[in-house]
């Protein structure tokens, strides 16, 4: 059961490194460099380490509560799962972020939740098909 929950908080991470890369450099890029002096300062390279550490705690704790929430195990858990994470974050993190700064315009704010949920619906989908693979269930030995 570890190495099950361990490998689909590895899948996840890589999964929301990759899907972060597009949503964030290519479909949002243009929306970000407009507003580039607000949004982004010259140094961000050197703050990357802040995106790791929240993504891998974040694909952490998204597995963890899969875990004790699946019942069935089912990939239709799984997408339920993500759309009730996704709503939940997605929706937290983008009107705050827009109600707080007053730099984020609301069509920004609501592409991060669209895509955040998404990518939170891909992810439950993606983390119940690592838990329903056969690889992981115990193999009989017989002499």
């Keep these: 059961m570890v190495i099950r929950f361990l490998s689909a908080c590895v899948v996840l991470y890589i999964f929301n490194s990759i899907t972060g890369y597009v949503i964030h450099d290519v479909l949002l890029h243009r929306q970000y460099m407009e507003l580039m002096p607000v949004l982004h300062t010259e140094n961000i390279q050197s703050k990357i380490w802040a995106f790791i550490v929240t993504s891998v705690i974040g694909s952490f704790f998204f597995v963890l509560v899969y875990s004790a929430w699946k019942k069935t195990g089912r990939i239709v858990e799984g997408l339920i799962y993500g759309l009730i994470m996704g709503c939940w974050i997605g929706l937290t993190m983008s009107l705050n972020t ?22 939170y619906a891909a992810g439950g989908i993606l ?14 030995t017989h002499a």
């Design 127 to 140: 983390i119940a098909w690592v838990y329903h693979l056969k690889f992981f269930t115990k193999r009989s």
């Design 98 to 119: 827009y109600a707080s700064t007053g730099f984020i315009p609301f069509s920004l704010a609501a592409k991060w939740f669209l895509y955040g949920l998404l990518q």
